[in-house]
């Protein structure tokens, strides 16, 4: 275990850091949406859940110990934002351009709830009040604008209506426990609960214990297949994120983290390529044997909050294990940069990297720093 802290904090702060807080940065206040795998950003457009993904990155990576300038990179990107990517109506756009001008003017639950994430995160790290008010302003907004009479709140001007998500809902959750902790103003804390109550009730199935994906207006599940699809990667996101709640007194948190965990290890890794796949059925049936990078980083954040709590040599192992994983991922010509998509057959797909994997790969190595 001590290994992989040593490793994987290295790799962070000593080879992804470098590259992305230079290469991977905009003159005006931006980074990369993705590069090329020969470390070329491309400028087409910056998605704002990104930009508030790498605020939460170089916090992350502050935080790890880089000596770099993160502060300055971070508060420079959470200014960029309230400055260039708000509506009228205090909404945040989807896209900007290279400029910082608005791209995309619709506003997406999921693009808010990375806005509040990021504003929660640096405005604990680099100790600025004024982000927790304007994450209230923001919050203002969405319970105004998008509460829902079945609970949870509607997602925006992008995704059908007619279907629900759990994974916006998911990272409001992560970022009401983000402002909650640096604010601890008392409205984040009861947004953070309220969530978990929803999901524990309407979002995970009770005879599995699986988390669902899709789901009618009125919270219950998709019909048909699309009803039982469960994806191991957000299993695990969501224990760890109740694992997180339940070290702050909600007790139903670990028995809600235990059968996450169960179902996802049970039905959602690839003995053969060592990584969990994309998606399940209910039942247990692959879904996408693909895997993509970011359940590999969902499963380390649950072995490593599980074994804060309880100690148990098997968690040690697996995060270990998903460490190894992860780490499969980086076998690339240019050192900080990743692929995304494993097929089945041991193949990459060809693509740029994203971005926003970042995010999913320091989160991982700080829960695992930290909770080792």
């Known amino acids: 275990m001590e290994d992989a802290v040593a490793r994987t904090t290295d790799w962070l702060c000593n ?11 905009t003159a005006s206040g931006l980074f990369a949406e993705r590069m090329t795998l020969a470390g070329e950003p491309d400028d087409s457009y910056f998605r704002t859940f990104v930009q508030a993904r790498h605020v939460f990155s170089f916090c992350a990576i502050g935080r790890l110990g880089w000596h770099g300038p993160w502060r300055e990179l971070a508060g420079e990107t ?9 509506r009228p109506d205090g ?18 639950l999921y693009d808010q709830a990375f806005v509040l994430f990021a504003l929660g995160t640096a405005g604990a790290a680099l100790d600025r009040e004024g982000y927790f008010d304007a994450a209230e302003d923001l919050l203002d907004t969405i319970e105004r604008q998008w509460s829902h009479p079945a609970g949870g709140f509607t997602e925006g001007e992008i995704v059908d209506p007619r279907v629900r998500r759990q994974n916006p809902h998911m990272h409001l959750f992560e970022a ?56 191991p990667g957000h299993c695990f996101e969501w224990a760890w994120l109740f694992e997180r709640l339940a070290r702050r007194g909600w007790e139903p948190g670990t028995g809600i983290s235990d059968r996450l965990v169960a179902f996802a290890r049970g039905t959602g890794i690839d003995p053969e390529r060592g990584v969990a796949i994309n998606e399940v059925l209910t039942d247990g049936t ?19 909050a599980r074994l804060r709590r309880t100690g148990a040599p098997e968690e040690a192992a697996e995060a270990v294990a998903a460490v190894a994983g992860l780490e499969k991922y980086y076998d690339v010509t240019t050192p900080g940069l990743w692929r ?3 097929c089945l057959d041991g193949s990459w797909l060809e693509e740029l990297a994203p971005g926003s ?16």
């Open 286 to 304: 692959v879904h996408d044997a693909k895997a993509r990078l970011w359940p590999q980083t969902e499963r380390i954040k649950a072995a490593a």
């Open 340 to 342: 995304d998509k494993l």
């Open 15 to 25: 080879v992804a850091a470098p590259l992305w807080s230079t290469r991977g940065r």
């Open 176 to 231: 009401a426990q983000a402002l909650f902790d640096g604010s601890t103003r008392a409205r984040f804390g009861n947004l953070s609960r309220s969530i978990a109550a929803l999901a524990s009730e309407r979002m995970i199935d009770p005879v599995t214990g699986a988390l669902l994906e899709y789901f009618n207006e009125d919270f219950t599940p998709a019909p048909g297949t699309e009803g039982t699809i469960a994806e």
């Open 91 to 108: 909404f945040f756009v989807h896209k900007l351009d290279a400029g910082a001008n608005q791209l995309d003017p619709r506003a997406d």
């Open 357 to 372: 994997s970042l995010y999913h790969i320091s989160c991982a190595y700080l829960e695992l720093a930290e909770g080792a």
């Open 78 to 86: 959470v200014e960029t934002l309230l400055a260039r990517a708000r």
